[in-house]
């Protein structure tokens, strides 16, 4: 646990789902803050400095995006969303527009809390690491080494920058969009060759590539590299 | 008498050239044969002239022959030669002639206007049996129409027909430039008087079936000719009255089954809403209400028993309504699919990856290639396709089932299989498996869910252009598989 308790913020209407998550996140060591609409959580965010904002995609007065580009106007905190199953595109718009993450409702408190988890790991390690390890995958990333299980691992320019991406977000989803930024720089916008450099990455560092565990798809958005 | 000699044959200057053709070869042949060996046969020899152009020609251009043999006996053969000089028996040499014209003329105009007439009857009779065949195969009161217009204008006339929809005479086929405006039928009241009236501006004439008004047909004849025959128009009526009052009783029938249809879905609908939604609702709300009331005197075991019933029953609840939305959305149109290459195995594992609470006692076998070709799916909805049908699975085996999970490549399509060893499928309800709220043998049991994940399954599956089907057994007479065929995108290339 950090030393100073962090800080989260849930920004949603409906009354039952906060109550469930505000002792959730109480009791798994986190402060916790509340807005009910768009225009509260805006105001909130300013005073209260959360270290993570939880925040419903269907707010009674504003939509959710324009949460997100209010707030990313000024402030990095990892944003995760609460969103309906069958709004893939809205999902989509809304981790385009800055969001950090996604939870498909309903939801596991459990699933919930893992990705807090990694949103504020990454908030921290975004400056200092120099490497990441986690379910036996290890990465330098100032070597630019690549380990499974001990073992080294050879990977191609564009394999490395993918996968390091992911370990820099590990936990959490990575956008096709962002990987193709990440990886190619602009120069490629066909989501078709992040699916190739993965499944050649997967051949790589996953143990059985047909049944993946270090990268995780998020289908039709993304991957998640798995943490801890 | 006029009729009578115009005949039906109608007249061309092509067959005066060939008459006065004909009388300038006999003349020439008189002028250098029959006058030098037997001068007194020439008048015989213009006969026999007339006689030929009547047989070929018909009438008036034989007549023009006479005439013109007559001019030229009298100018190149009778003396005196070279001048025309009229006397009382070079009369009745033009009157033999004129005769012989009118009789042989007549009579081949005669046959040939038979001919034609006997061509023209095969020729509609042709018509109206192409007609009555077509219409004997129709099964839309608007297309017999058309097929009616479209005969009544190969027989030479414009035609349009009203056909009676809810008791109000609805222009449904009309020719070009028919001008219906003028017949003052449209969306009149259907009368029941049936009787034909035709005279010679046009003909109306109504369609009737078994006694019933089923329309009216308005026929005008084209430019000169003439209406078709009545018992003509009256017989190709009555066969488009036959097929369109049957088209409409088909269409009747069609559409009362689909409102039964609608109407067993919506009960299907409620009992399954009711039953199937509420079951796990109890459960959650036994437990809670419970585990309020006695949480104390519940040991910690008994607690978390009840705390994962809550769990299970929310997340059963939570697929049966994905599927609820996933059916209306197919149903309605609205289905929004964002198609990629995927690769099937990756599904498959996802599919198997949400499921892994619930297959964990399954022994659970993966059969993937180590090459797969690509499919071109909403990778969301296809992982949704399987999971239903591995939870169908799950539903009716037993815990200690063993599930094979096989993606492969059949020619040009790539097949994911589920298969158990399970009881397997009763024949009598493997054709019903894909139905909505369909479920096995009356199985009601817990988990069997509302009877929608494989009729979803189905929906989305050829949403992608894919099919998919049931087999049971599967294997060594039990068991149960189900193969979903999707079209086949090529190997993911993966080198640099």
């Known amino acids: 646990m950090s030393p100073t308790t962090a800080r989260v913020m849930i920004v949603d209407d409906e009354a039952p789902i906060v109550r469930v998550l505000k002792p959730s996140l109480v009791a798994a060591g986190y402060e916790v803050a509340e807005a009910g609409d768009g225009r509260e959580a805006l105001a909130q965010v300013a005073q209260q400095t959360p270290d993570a904002i939880v925040l419903d995609l269907g707010l009674p007065d504003m939509d959710g995006k324009e949460v997100i580009q209010a707030l990313r106007k000024w402030t990095q905190v990892p944003i995760i969303v609460l969103s309906a199953r069958e709004a893939e595109n809205e999902r989509i718009a809304a981790l385009d527009t800055g969001a950090d993450d996604y939870v498909v409702k309903p939801f596991h408190t459990g699933e919930l809390l893992a990705r807090v988890r990694a949103a504020l790991r990454h908030r921290q390690s975004r400056t200092e690491s120099t490497g990441y390890s986690g379910k036996g995958l290890e990465i330098d990333f100032e070597l630019r080494r690549v380990a499974v299980g001990g073992r080294g691992v050879r990977l191609t320019r564009k394999e490395y920058d993918l996968l390091c991406t992911l370990a820099r977000h590990a936990g959490q989803v990575v956008t096709h969009k962002q990987l193709l930024a990440a990886a190619w720089r602009g120069t490629v916008t066909d989501t078709q060759f992040v699916r190739v450099y993965i499944g050649q990455l997967r051949q790589k560092i996953e143990r059985d590539p047909s049944n993946p565990d270090l990268i995780l798809t998020e289908a039709g958005i993304g991957y998640r590299l798995a943490a801890d | ?496």
């Open chain 2, 1 to 496: 008498m006029t009729q009578w000699l115009r005949g039906e044959t109608p007249l061309r200057w092509r067959d005066f050239a060939y008459a006065a053709l004909i009388i300038v070869l006999a003349s020439t042949f008189g002028f250098y044969v029959v006058l030098p060996l037997w001068p007194s046969k020439l008048p015989l020899m213009f006969f026999a002239a007339v006689l030929i152009s009547g047989y070929r020609l018909g009438m008036w251009p034989a007549i023009f022959a006479a005439i013109l043999a007559f001019l030229s006996f009298n100018f190149f053969f009778e003396e005196p030669r070279f001048t025309l000089t009229f006397e009382a028996e070079d009369l009745f040499a033009l009157a033999t002639f004129l005769v012989g014209a009118l009789l042989v003329g007549g009579l081949t105009g005669r046959l040939s206007d038979h001919a034609r007439q006997l061509k023209r009857a095969l020729a509609a009779t042709t018509l109206l049996f192409e007609a009555s065949r077509d219409l004997a195969t129709t099964v839309d009161p608007k297309s017999a129409a058309e097929r009616v217009v479209t005969c009544l204008e190969a027989n030479g006339c414009r035609a349009a027909i009203w056909l009676v929809e809810n008791g109000v005479y609805a222009l449904r086929a009309a020719s070009a430039r028919a001008p219906t405006a003028e017949a003052g039928i449209d969306a009149q009241e259907a009368s029941h008087d049936t009787s034909d009236e035709i005279t010679g501006e046009r003909g109306v004439l109504h369609l009737a079936s078994g006694g019933r008004n089923v329309g009216i047909a308005v026929v005008w004849p084209r430019r000169k000719t003439a209406l078709p025959d009545a018992r003509w128009m009256r017989a190709l009526l009555d066969s488009a009255a036959v097929a369109i009052d049957r088209a409409r009783l088909i269409a009747e029938i069609a559409d009362a089954r689909i409102v039964a249809e609608k109407e067993g879905l919506r009960t299907a609908l409620l009992s399954s809403l009711s039953h199937d939604l509420r079951t796990p609702l109890s459960t959650i709300l036994a437990s809670a209400t419970s585990l309020l009331e006695y949480d104390e005197k519940f040991d910690s075991a008994t607690r978390r028993d009840l705390l994962s019933a809550i769990q299970d029953e929310s997340e059963r609840l939570n697929r049966y309504l994905a599927n609820l939305l996933e059916m209306t959305r197919l149903e309605s149109g609205a289905l929004q699919v964002n198609r990629y290459l995927t690769d099937p195995r990756e599904s498959v594992s996802a599919a198997l990856r949400r499921l892994q609470r619930r297959l964990a006692r399954r022994q659970v076998v993966r059969e993937f290639p180590a090459e797969c070709e690509q499919v071109n799916v909403d990778p969301v909805l296809l992982e949704q396709a399987l999971v239903n049908v591995i939870e169908n699975t799950v539903a009716h085996t037993a815990d200690d089932a063993r599930i094979l999970a096989r993606v492969e490549n059949v020619a040009g399509r790539v097949r994911l299989a589920v298969e158990d060893d399970g009881k397997g499928i009763a024949p009598a309800d493997l054709p019903h498996v894909f139905d909505k709220f369909f479920r096995g043998g009356g199985d009601r049991r817990r988990g069997s869910g509302i009877g929608l994940g494989l009729a979803v399954t189905r929906g989305l599956v050829e949403a992608f252009g894919g099919g998919i089907r049931a087999i049971s057994p599967a294997r060594d007479g039990h068991g149960a598989r189900f193969e979903i065929d999707l079209p086949a995108h090529g190997i993911l290339e993966t080198s640099e």
